[in-house]
């Protein structure tokens, strides 16, 4: 049973240019939360999706941030026209349910590392 | 608001000594889980526990264990016997319902740095 898949790992991007992170769910798990981690900082929620659906983006930046669950295939974060303040790590998790009232918790992919110059 | 604190930013032990790390919430809710996660050197996020707020009985794991008090409100972890393995940046996290999911708010981290 694979686990939370993230990639790329590692991006790297010039300034202005658009960056695309895909994140496949664990097997059977319909709830996506993106987060990202700046250098030195702990993880900060962006955006909760379910299939097809936004269910809150109140973390993500206004402009040139957007996040799409389609009914099929992974979850995409995109960041277009991109800064040297996007640098981080961006972090998806998946769960099966949504975690209020269950007993299941969110699995963390690896992580892609986004660098721009 | 809900909040996560970690005053401890760096800790450095020496192997098989025990180290703590203090974790401290703050929520008006009622109902909330609490986390701990690991990030070694490597990046990647590792599960480490789950405590709902009704269950404050402390918890043991091989060499880690949490130290769950409501009244302070703080949910602090322990490593007995430290290793070189166990060098990680370690966050403690806050989930607390929302409407109908919960949203993690984690707390900035703590470094642990276990010298050989």
């Known amino acids: 049973n694979a686990g939370v898949m993230q990639n790329p790992r590692h991006l790297v991007r010039r300034r202005g240019q658009e960056a695309r992170l895909r994140c496949s769910p664990m097997?059977?798990?319909?709830?996506v939360y993106w987060y990202r981690q700046l250098p030195e900082e702990g993880l900060k929620f962006m955006v909760y999706l379910q299939k097809e659906n936004i269910i809150d983006e109140s973390g993500m930046p206004k402009e040139r941030f957007s996040a799409e669950f389609p009914k099929e295939g992974p979850s995409i974060l995109r960041i277009q026209q991109v800064v040297r303040g996007d640098s981080a790590a961006y972090f998806c998790?998946?769960?099966?349910?949504?975690?209020?009232?269950?007993?299941?918790?969110?699995?963390f992919g690896p992580g892609t590392r986004l660098t721009v110059l | 608001a809900q909040k996560v604190t970690q005053a401890q930013t760096e800790i450095s032990v020496v192997e098989k000594e025990d180290v703590t790390l203090d974790c401290v919430y703050e929520t008006r809710d009622t109902t909330y889980y609490l986390f701990w996660y690991k990030q070694p050197p490597s990046g990647e996020l590792v599960f480490l526990i789950r405590?709902?707020?009704?269950?404050?009985q402390n918890e043991i794991s091989g060499r880690y264990s949490w130290n769950f008090q409501k009244s302070t409100s703080s949910f602090n972890f322990t490593i007995t016997a430290s290793q070189v393995v166990d060098s990680a940046v370690y966050f403690c996290a806050l989930s607390v319902l929302k409407t109908s999911y919960d949203k993690v708010i984690f707390g900035p981290g703590t470094s642990l740095s276990v010298i050989p």
């Open positions: 097997k059977g798990h319909s709830h």
């Open positions: 998790a998946s769960s099966p349910l949504p975690l209020g009232g269950s007993t299941d918790t969110q699995y």
């Open positions: 405590r709902n707020s009704f269950d404050e």
